[in-house]
């Protein structure tokens, strides 16, 4: 039995339904968590959560240190530890807290590297045709790029969800919050085009095998609602065709799009609601700019600079 699959305590399973029921974390969070405490239960060998001390924790970073994991897992394993011992200290069933002192890795700054405007706009474009999956990739890059939308929040989309009149989807994001996001014309043109008849209708089934397909916004072609894989494959696919190759996945669009909306004057707290960042720091990371565009806005601006008369 691997880590993975061996049954965890009943104080984990406890803390689990907590993050479920009172926090409100999604089905991936949980899975995610699962797997971290797995791999922490299997290494204590057994020993019970409620005897660890501090040093424990401390020889379980170092160890996963010592596997050679990147300091970003170093970090996130220990988050799901730190939080499950916070859980059983704030539930009185331990005495104190012994992962409260111990200072994740620190993790380098991970600068997304979005796509030029000019990229973007070929990798749009070059879908042509108009066969049901042809529709459903320009929708699906075109709301992907148009909102910066996770590609999960993507494959969750309901048809009643959908607003194109008025030019508004309602997306379901971490934690189960709810936001409002803006519908372009370019990308309401090209989910009305995948809508139509000839479009999603035409891989729709006579017969849903799921309850939730039927409302689905995007189907695969088996008619079913497409997954995040599946999503992910058609990013993927569109952009080998045009060479962009490993510098091109659903992320890449997000960062495109708030990257974009920020180099043409858009209000930081704007793109911060539009992404669902709970914090404006995660939205800051956007905001550094390229010695280029540096260069450029200082020539423009600046009136000793030599830009302008």
């Not at 240190?65 to 170093?74: F, Q, Y």
């Not at 959908?162 to 919050?177: E, F, I």
């Amino acid at each position: 039995m691997t880590a993975t699959t061996a049954p965890l305590p009943l104080v984990a399973e406890e803390f689990l339904t907590w993050l479920a029921v009172e926090r409100g974390r999604s089905a991936n969070t949980l899975a995610a968590y699962r797997r971290d405490l797995a791999t922490y239960v299997a290494w204590l060998g057994g020993r019970p959560l409620e005897t660890v001390e501090e040093a424990d924790v401390e020889r379980y970073v170092g160890s996963l240190r010592a596997e050679g994991r990147a300091a970003s897992s170093v970090a996130r394993a220990l988050v799901s530890v730190r939080s499950l011992h916070r859980f059983l200290a704030e539930e009185g069933m331990v005495a104190a807290d012994p992962a409260v002192g111990v200072e994740p890795p620190r993790v380098p700054l991970g600068l997304p590297k979005p796509l030029a405007e000019a990229e973007v706009v070929a990798l749009l474009d070059s879908v042509v045709g108009e066969a049901p999956a042809d529709r459903r990739d320009r929708a699906v890059l075109e709301v992907l790029y148009g909102t910066g939308m996770r590609i999960g929040e993507l494959c969750g989309l309901s048809l009643g969800d959908l607003d194109l009149t008025g030019g508004l989807a309602r997306v379901l994001g971490k934690g189960a919050k709810e936001r409002l996001v803006p519908l372009g014309r370019l990308a309401r043109e090209r989910l009305g085009e995948w809508l139509a008849p000839s479009g999603r209708g035409a891989l729709a089934p006579e017969r849903w095998a799921r309850r939730g397909d039927a409302e689905a916004v995007f189907l695969n072609a088996r008619g079913g609602r497409l997954t995040r894989q599946g999503a992910w494959l058609v990013v993927k696919g569109r952009g080998d065709r045009i060479g962009l190759g490993d510098r091109l996945s659903p992320h890449v669009l997000r960062h495109s799009c708030a990257t974009h909306m920020l180099d043409h004057g858009a209000d930081i707290r704007v793109v911060q609601e539009l992404l669902g960042h709970a914090s404006l720091s995660t939205t800051q990371v956007y905001t550094k700019v390229s010695p280029e565009r540096l260069r450029a806005v200082y020539e423009a601006a600046h009136p000793r600079a030599g830009g302008r008369r």
